[in-house]
Every structure is written in structure tokens, then in C-alpha cells.
């Protein structure tokens, strides 16, 4: 899939011939921006995000991290990768082939330990566990993002670890428009939906094309190599239909890239592609007034990982195919105003295929070319409101075909008056083999691997500063036990725990002519020899993770009715990585200086086009992506300063 409309001129040219189509007037009062909600809402916004009941976000039983249209507004951002950077303690790492994902909570989170839901279907992929983030998913798509910060396996189940990450798309009831340009790439995105008589009807889509940015990547071997030569293309399509109790839900991705870094080494001819298709549908029946039944069947089918490569050192082809089928039956039953308990069975089959496979080792997959396994579930959530707080018990039970069973269980207290709220929670969270990692060609043959188990304790208090501010303190201590990580020697492997402890503060403003939200984390990492992780002769970090991260975004209003200016700061702590050294012509672990970004853009509401100006790393700092292995690949460039243009337009 390729968007052509590679010169920025062209699409220039795009963004007028729109504004001379029919379309609704855009009044400055109604664009989104950080004054739209008051203190006092913006404190009762009700989610669901850790619990099967709706409540304020500062009730749930869970560490929660919210952004809305107005918060990547005011961050500037212009992608979804743009706006996660903003979640507390989060960075950047990169794996084989230009494949981005986060770095939470002092740990890399890659390996299947954040768990990745659009439209609430979801998205790791079958092979591996993962969602390598697409590199231009426009944020013009994007309606809200709910983060649990911690475990969440009771209600997710699988790979629920270090965070879940809940993406909704936009569900807009007229049709809107939006094109952006930028040197790096260019991007068309269409939302649009309809009510009728018993329900609604919403889609979203976008086409990208563009390349890695600005920037010279030195690899392993010391070979100089230009980003801007690695292009990315691709789409997505969600639509979503609520009628008469019935949800239904769809989601297809599709991109790739010219994957100039595979294993740390200049891959000049290697490419990569990755497609899925998520669907779900599912009913809600009320039985009477006190119980609810919702059975669920969801399908997914993927061909993520393709790729191939002519290197003169590296030729290899890759494809292989998984599907998996999953059914669940929920149900909520409130016996009482104040109690509720929800119980939920799950069963879910994964078959994965080899269609091509010619790399090293080269018997990639079993002789008959299939793996398959099953997941089966059952889980439970007791919700009480006692005196002035709030119990929430919880567990879920799973077996594992390969690596047998896991039980996890959940406690929160939690308390929210007027002005303030705290909560204590002790979680835990499983993550289980993955249809690669279970092959047993990429793990010593005498081992069965186990599954991952995390615990987590947690405590948070917040309280308003004055009657326009809010601040929030949060503490976490946690484990992983027998974490699945990947070496060249032996392969996947159970590993000796990781722990983590850390503080994260949120502060919320919201004023008259400035409107800001900030956010500021510490995390330390545990001592011991953690191979590949490990920092060779430095204590309390781990491999690309940075002990000290913070973000501020603030809106402002300008005497100018229609004119709004949005600010972005960013600081990410030193990290350690592998990196080229010319004096030694070779790779060593050296420390990456603290990285500070600023973001800048304007939002002018013409009459019939919202448009946005804006200029991302305004100073030009030099900001690294790190392998957070002790492993051979080096630190890629994210790209340098870039001007980009966006307008929105919204059609009767």
C-alpha cells in the first residue's frame, strides 16, 4: 500500500482544493484545546480501564493515565508514537529492523510486557507478542488513549505486565478531512459515521507515505548510513457499529519499511511489511435490571514480520502466517447499588504457519510447518463500596498448552472525595509463551519454558493545589520472575527476576490563559547480572532505559480569538547503549547524554479549516532510539527538526 503524493507541494495543493468544497464552519470555541474541561471534570472522568465498572479515573483500582484530543493538541504531536512518548517513565527503544516500542517503568517492554488494545480489540501480534508502533498513525485518528500504568492481567489477561495501552479512534458524526505534510511524510486521514434509528455507525482511516526523517545512523561495523533513505508507507481502517445492544468492531492494519538496520548492521536492500485484521462482535443482554450477559467472539489474522533481505552478509526471506479464533462469555451481576461481581470464561486458538522461511537456523518452524496452541481462562472481579472507600477483589485463572498454568490475582483500595484521592493496590500479571517463543527450535530442547509472572504494589494520592490545579503522587515496586528474553545463545530463555521501583508525579492547570498538564518519573532498576539488560559496571539502570523522564504541554490563549499556541517539553535522562567507537573500530557500552526536546505549534480556526503550523525539536537536539540490549545494535537517530502543516476540515 502506497500513498503517492510524495511531494509536499502536491499535497499543498490537496489541502486548498478541500477548502473549496462545501464544509461546516470551525468556530475557536469549538476546537479542542486544554481549556475545554474544567478542573472539577476533568478530575470525574469516568473510564473503565481498570475495572468491569465505570468510574471516576481516580476510583479505579489502578494507576491511570488519560489523553484526550485537547492533550495531542498541545503536545504537538503528530502521531500516536508522538503522543505514548508522553505517558510517565516512558522512552523510546528499538529492536531488529526499525521496530520502535516503549521502554516503562526502568524495563524494555517489547517482549509481549505491555498489552496493546485499538477500538478494544487487540493488537500484539500472534508470532512474537508484539506491536511494533506504526511509524505515521496519524493523530487526526485518534479520539482518546486510556493507559494503565501496571498490571492488568485480571481483566486482560495476557501480556497485562508493565501497562495497557486502550487507542480509540475517532467516531465522528460528519465527515472530516485531514491532510498534514512534513519533510519526513505525508498523511491523509477520513472519520466519518452516522446515527440512525437504534445505534450509530463510525469509521476512521488513513493513508501515509514517508521515510525514517533526518539523521546519519552509524551501524556495528561503523558504516555511515542516511535515515532519510529508509521509506515507510502504509495504512489502517477501524469501523465501529452499536445497534440495539450488538457491538461490532474492525481493524486493519497495514504498512512497511525499508528496514535499512537488521541485527546492527547496514541492510541497504532489507524490507519489512506487517498486515492484521482484528474483528469482533458482541451483544449485551439484560436479563433484568441487576444482570447483564455478554458473550464475545472475536478473529484475527495476521502476516506481521514479512521480510527479506539481499545483504551480501545477510540474505534471508520471512513469512509466516498466524491466526487465532477466541470466544468469551462475561457477565455482571449488581446485587446491591453499591456491590457488583463480574465472572467471565475466555478460550482462545492460535495456529501459526511458515509460508516461505529461509533464514538461519534454517528449520524456522516444525517439519509440518504449523504450531498451534490454546489458552483457556476463567477470571472474577468483587467490586464493594464500603463506608467511603472502595474494595476491589479480582483473579483470573489460565492454562497454557505449552507452559501450563498461571493464577493472578488483584486487591485495590481505593478513596475519592472532593478534593483528593488515594488508592493502594497489589496486582499481579502473567505473560505466556507466544507461538514463537514456545518453538522449541529457539530454546534449549531439555527446558520448557514457564510464564512470565509480575507483582506490583502500588500506592497514590492526589490532591487539588488551590481550586485550578491537581497533582498526583504515585509509588510502584515491582518483580518479574522467569522473564522470556531472547539471546543469539541459547534463544529464549526463563531469566533471573527484574525489579523495578519508582515515583511518577502528574500535575494538572487548567486557567484562564494558560492551560497545562506535566508529569515527571523516576525508576530504578535492581543490581543483579541481568544478561541482556545488564549495564556492565553501573548499578540501578537498565540497557536503554533512563532513570529520569518529564513532560510539560501547556495551551495558550492569544489575544487573537482564533490563534492558540501550544508548547511541548521533554527531558529523557542518560541512557546507556552499545554504540560504534572509531578508536577501538568497534561497539561498546557508552553512556547517551540527557536528551531535552521542545515542540512548537500555532492553531488558527479559518472559517471552514482548522489549521495547525507546527515545528517538532525546535532546537535540533540529537535524539537516539537505543537497543536496550547489551546486544550489537546501535543507537538509530529519531530524526532532527521538521516543520509540518495539518488542516482539518469538517463537511456538512
Same mark, same amino acid.
Not at 480509540?168 to 491532510?179: D, F, K, P
Not at 455507525?201 to 548510513?225: C, E, M, P, R, Y
Not at 465472572?343 to 511458515?354: D, K, M, N, P
Not at 533512563?546 to 504541554?553: E, F, I, M, P, T
Given at each position: ?328 462469555l462475561d457477565s455482571i451481576y449488581q446485587y446491591v ?207 536503554? =532505559? %533512563?532513570?529520569?523522564?518529564? $513532560? +510539560?504541554? *501547556?495551551?495558550?490563549?492569544? #489575544? ?6 501550544? &508548547? ?24 547517551? =547524554? %540527557?536528551?531535552?526536546?521542545? $515542540? +512548537?505549534? *500555532?492553531?488558527?480556526?479559518? #472559517? ?6 507546527? &515545528? ?36 456538512q
Amino acid at each position: 500500500m502506497r500513498f503517492s503524493c510524495r511531494d509536499w507541494r502536491g499535497l499543498v495543493l490537496l489541502i486548498f482544493t478541500l477548502c473549496g468544497l462545501p464544509a461546516a464552519r470551525v468556530d475557536a470555541a469549538n476546537s479542542t484545546d486544554l481549556f475545554e474541561l474544567s478542573l472539577s471534570e476533568l478530575m470525574d472522568l469516568k473510564v473503565d480501564t481498570a475495572s468491569t465498572r465505570s468510574s471516576s479515573w481516580r476510583s479505579q483500582p489502578g494507576i491511570i493515565t488519560l489523553f484526550d484530543s485537547s492533550d495531542m493538541r498541545a503536545m504537538g504531536a503528530r502521531t500516536l508514537r508522538d503522543v505514548l512518548l508522553h505517558i510517565p517513565g516512558v522512552s523510546l527503544g528499538m529492536d531488529t529492523q526499525n521496530t520502535v516500542n516503549l521502554v516503562a517503568r526502568g524495563n524494555w517492554a517489547f517482549e509481549g510486557k505491555i498489552q496493546y488494545l485499538i477500538n478494544d480489540l487487540p493488537v500484539n501480534d500472534l508470532i512474537y507478542g508484539t506491536f511494533p508502533l506504526p511509524p505515521n498513525f496519524p493523530v487526526a485518528q485518534l479520539d482518546r488513549i486510556e493507559v494503565l500504568r501496571g498490571p492488568g492481567s485480571v481483566k486482560y489477561g495476557n501480556s497485562a505486565q508493565l501497562a495497557v495501552i486502550r487507542i480509540y479512534t475517532r467516531a465522528e458524526q460528519e465527515t472530516q478531512i485531514t491532510v498534514s505534510t512534513q519533510e519526513s511524510a505525508n498523511v491523509l486521514s477520513v472519520n466519518g459515521g452516522s446515527r440512525f434509528d437504534g445505534g450509530e455507525f463510525s469509521v476512521s482511516a488513513s493513508l501515509q507515505d514517508g521515510n525514517w526523517g533526518k539523521g546519519k545512523w552509524i551501524d556495528s561495523q561503523g558504516t555511515h548510513a542516511d535515515i532519510a533513505t529508509s521509506d515507510t508507507r502504509g495504512g489502517n481502517l477501524a469501523a465501529n457499529l452499536d445497534w440495539s445492544g450488538t457491538q461490532v468492531r474492525l481493524f486493519h492494519l497495514q504498512y512497511g519499511m525499508d528496514n535499512i538496520q537488521q541485527y546492527g548492521v547496514y541492510a541497504p536492500t532489507a524490507k519489512i511489511d506487517f498486515r492484521e485484521t482484528n474483528f469482533f462482535i458482541a451483544h449485551d443482554f439484560e436479563l433484568n435490571k441487576q444482570w447483564k450477559l455478554t458473550p464475545r467472539f472475536g478473529y484475527r489474522d495476521e502476516a506481521n514480520w514479512r521480510s527479506s533481505s539481499q545483504a551480501p552478509d545477510f540474505v534471508y526471506d520471512y513469512d509466516v502466517r498466524a491466526r487465532a479464533w477466541d470466544a468469551q462469555l462475561d457477565s455482571i451481576y449488581q446485587y446491591v447499588e453499591d456491590a457488583s461481581i463480574s465472572l467471565g470464561v475466555y478460550h482462545q486458538t492460535e495456529i501459526a504457519r511458515a509460508i516461505s522461511v529461509d533464514m538461519p537456523p534454517q528449520e524456522y518452524f516444525p517439519p509440518d510447518g504449523e504450531l498451534q496452541q490454546q489458552t483457556r481462562a476463567i477470571y472474577a472481579n468483587w467490586d464493594l463500596r464500603m463506608s467511603d472507600y472502595d474494595l476491589s477483589l479480582g483473579a483470573r485463572a489460565s492454562h497454557h498448552d505449552y507452559s501450563g498454568s498461571a493464577f493472578t490475582p488483584r486487591i485495590g483500595v481505593t478513596r475519592a472525595e472532593k478534593n483528593w484521592h488515594m488508592k493502594m493496590l497489589y496486582g499481579t500479571a502473567f505473560r505466556e509463551p507466544d507461538l514463537q517463543t514456545s518453538n522449541p527450535i529457539f530454546h534449549p530442547a531439555t527446558e520448557t519454558l514457564k510464564a512470565e509472572q509480575s507483582r506490583v504494589s502500588e500506592i497514590e494520592y492526589g490532591h487539588t493545589l488551590g481550586q485550578k490545579s491537581y497533582l498526583t503522587l504515585s509509588l510502584f515496586d515491582q518483580k518479574i520472575k522467569d522473564a522470556i528474553i531472547y539471546s543469539y545463545e541459547p534463544g529464549y530463555t526463563n531469566n533471573p527476576p527484574i525489579k523495578t521501583r519508582g515515583i511518577d508525579l502528574q500535575y494538572w492547570f487548567t486557567g484562564d490563559v494558560v492551560s497545562l498538564r506535566a508529569n515527571a518519573s523516576y525508576a530504578k532498576a535492581n543490581d543483579d547480572d541481568l544478561l541482556p539488560y545488564d549495564v556492565p559496571n553501573h548499578s540501578g539502570q537498565n540497557m536503554g =532505559a %533512563a532513570n529520569q523522564v518529564a $513532560n +510539560l504541554w *501547556l495551551g495558550w490563549k492569544t #489575544p487573537l480569538e482564533n490563534l492558540g499556541v501550544n &508548547v511541548d517539553l521533554r527531558y529523557v535522562g542518560s541512557r546507556y547503549a552499545q554504540q560504534y567507537s572509531a578508536a577501538v573500530d568497534s561497539i561498546q557500552v557508552q553512556q547517551l =547524554a %540527557a536528551e531535552k526536546t521542545l $515542540n +512548537l505549534s *500555532l492553531t488558527y480556526s479559518f #472559517p471552514t479549516v482548522l489549521w495547525t503550523l507546527g &515545528v517538532s525539536n525546535l532546537t535540533d537536539a540529537n535524539v537516539l532510539i537505543p537497543q536496550p540490549y547489551n546486544d550489537v545494535s546501535t543507537p538509530f537517530p529519531a530524526g532532527g527538526r521538521e516543520y509540518w502543516l495539518r488542516a482539518e476540515i469538517i463537511f456538512q
